[in-house]
Structure formats: structure tokens, C-alpha cells
């Protein structure tokens, strides 16, 4: 089904602990709370891609953080990610990429992010280094968006038509904006 051996669920990062509002760690108990409160699918996040840089532990976290709120919204969609199992989230390297997006959408050359309906994610690094240096943020930020927004195609939105894609788009950057302030 994917592209290599399941690693470990996807985790937050080792935290250390005091804040007068609560330490981090207190702060991700409660997210993994809110997470099982929507009997949330398990979360495997697979690294395939070793030529590019980005920081693994802050990806699994910030992605843990994100699946409430598309959970929330595939539970008003009636959506595949409400009743999934499971979500596979691959980082893969650009020639990886660019098989799939031949092999499945006939279209060449890598892109951003892949979603199948089944729960398995793709996402690029080599194109999210490339346009987070455009963007002025870094890879894993980039990373994240793209793993928000197959989370989002997995709880109904879509991204046709020019209204879809702002829709969605406004979605991914609230969800992003929410789980960098958690950070």
C-alpha cells in the first residue's frame, strides 16, 4: 500500500515542562485528548525522503495538532476522514513524486501533495524546500500545509473550481496559523 515500512505513530516532539499558563507538555496531553474525543484514526507518518531537510518530531507535531480540527470539520462533511481507520503520511523525494503523479494522475514531473481516499497522504519535500524559501517560512512549516491540506481533501473540501480552492485554502491557513501558535 505505501511506500516503505510503518515507523512509529506519529508522536509530538520530547517537551520539557513550565509555563505559568501550563507546560507544552500539558498543552499536547490535552490536544491528544481533543484528538480521541473524535475517535480519531491512527497517524503513521513515513519518512522517505533523506536529501532534504526538515525537523521530523516538529512535523508529527504539528500535524497531531492539526487532525482535530479537520476531524471536526470531515464530522460535518460526513467525510472519509471521519471514519478512517487510519492516515499514512509519506514525505517522499521529488522522483518518488513524480512517479506517482505520472502513474496515477498522468501528469509529470513531482508536485506538492497526492491524497487517495483510502487515508494515504504523499507529500514532497524537495517541492515544499523549493517554495518555503519563496514563501519565507521553512521546509517543515511547508511540510505541515501539505499534510493539512490532504487531511482536508480527506474531510470533504476540494479544490476544482476557483471558490473551492479559496475555501479550501482559508481552511489550511486558519488550521496552519492555530497549530503554529500552539508551538
Not at 32 to 56: G, K, T
Not at 136 to 161: F, M, N, Q, V
Amino acid at each position: 500500500r505505501g511506500f516503505g515500512q510503518k515507523t512509529h505513530p506519529a508522536r509530538p516532539a520530547p517537551v520539557d515542562g513550565g509555563s505559568c499558563r501550563g507546560s507544552r507538555r500539558d498543552r499536547l496531553h490535552e490536544l491528544r485528548n481533543s484528538v480521541n474525543q473524535y475517535s480519531s484514526p491512527s497517524l503513521s507518518l513515513i519518512h522517505r525522503c533523506r536529501a532534504v531537510p526538515y525537523d521530523r518530531d516538529q512535523l508529527n507535531s504539528l500535524i497531531l495538532r492539526g487532525l482535530p480540527h479537520c476531524l471536526e470539520i470531515a464530522k460535518k462533511h460526513h467525510a472519509e476522514l471521519a471514519s478512517l481507520p487510519g492516515i499514512e503520511i509519506t514525505v517522499l523525494g521529488a522522483r518518488a513524486m513524480a512517479k506517482v503523479h505520472r502513474d496515477f494522475l498522468g501528469i509529470p514531473g513531482p508536485t506538492d501533495v497526492i491524497t487517495f481516499p483510502y487515508g494515504e497522504i504523499l507529500v514532497c519535500a524537495p517541492v515544499a524546500a523549493e517554495r518555503a524559501r519563496e514563501f519565507g517560512h521553512d521546509t517543515t512549516t511547508e511540510l505541515a500545509l501539505y499534510a493539512i491540506h490532504g487531511l482536508l481533501h480527506l474531510s470533504g473540501h476540494d479544490d476544482i473550481t476557483p471558490a473551492q480552492e479559496k475555501r479550501m485554502a482559508t481552511a489550511q491557513e486558519k488550521i496552519l496559523a492555530a497549530v503554529l501558535t500552539i508551538s
